[in-house]
């Protein structure tokens, strides 16, 4: 079974930018389709982006593109998600995940593992 951490998140003000990690143990992440989660306060959990296992295809929720960047280091064990341009709608504990359904998907239900969670809070 692989466990996943995430780190990286924090405070920080609109067009800002922060690195969030995901960092798997317990089995090696290459082989898995790996993806970023948010959920904001009162709200469900949205899908971010996503990466193939070899990190050679990735996806964004529309509300991210161009401003997010996922990637992965599988020597490191170590998923990313590189933020900028930061505004205050993406403050949310942020999430990385492994896929267990179809690629391309961007259901909740196909991605399992969940970590704990970073906190992200933009300030306008």
């Known amino acids: 079974q692989v466990q996943l951490v995430e780190s990286g998140g924090g405070l920080v003000q609109a067009g800002g930018s922060l690195r969030l990690s995901c960092a798997a143990s317990?089995?090696?992440?290459?082989?898995?389709?790996m993806g970023w989660f948010r959920q904001a306060p009162g709200k469900e959990r949205e899908f971010v982006a996503a990466i193939t296992w070899s990190g050679g295809s990735t996806y964004y929720a529309d509300s991210v593109k161009g401003r997010f960047t996922i990637s992965r280091d599988n020597a490191k064990n170590t998923v990313y998600l590189q933020m900028i341009g930061l505004k205050p709608e993406d403050t949310a504990v942020y999430y990385c995940?492994?896929?267990?359904?179809?690629?391309?998907?961007?259901?909740?239900?196909?991605?399992?593992?969940w970590g704990q969670g970073t906190q992200v809070t933009v300030s306008s």
């Open positions: 995940a492994r896929n267990v359904g179809r690629w391309g998907t961007q259901r909740e239900a196909d991605f399992g593992s």
């Open positions: 317990g089995r090696p992440l290459a082989g898995y389709h």
